[in-house]
């Protein structure tokens, strides 16, 4: 089981970046999928979560408006899109993965990918 982050960078404030999670090893259309940041001298914290089941997603209150998560079980990819940045949402961010089965949002993931930074910076 492997997830690989992709897709941070520098950007200016207001800015749009997208995050790629693409899974290996295991097929997406079976597990929740979660976005999570950590900041530099901060505990990690949940971004966004989609589940497997219905395609239900949760945002944190931070990003609600803002960010979009969504999956493409052909490509085996969940995407994070995110907009209006600021520069509050500068960490490195990790996918993740609740590999249990009945795999679900609602449970703390056990698989994690590499993080990719993400800098919110003029």
């Known amino acids: 089981v492997q997830l690989q982050a992709s897709g941070g960078g520098l950007v200016q404030p207001g800015g749009s970046l997208r995050l790629a999670c693409a899974a290996s090893?295991?097929?997406?259309?079976?597990?929740?999928i979660a976005w999570f940041r950590q900041a530099p001298g901060k505990e990690r914290e949940g971004v966004s979560c989609?589940?497997?089941?219905?395609?239900?997603?949760n945002y944190a209150d931070s990003v609600k408006g803002r960010f979009t998560i969504s999956r493409d079980n052909a490509k085996n990819t969940v995407y994070l899109q995110m907009n209006s940045l600021k520069p509050e949402d500068t960490a490195v961010y990790y996918c993740a993965t609740d590999s249990s089965p009945g795999s679900s949002c609602h449970r703390p993931p056990d698989y994690w990918g590499q993080g990719t930074q993400v800098t919110v910076s003029s």
């Open positions: 090893g295991f097929t997406i259309d079976f597990f929740a």
């Open positions: 989609i589940d497997n089941n219905d395609g239900s997603t």
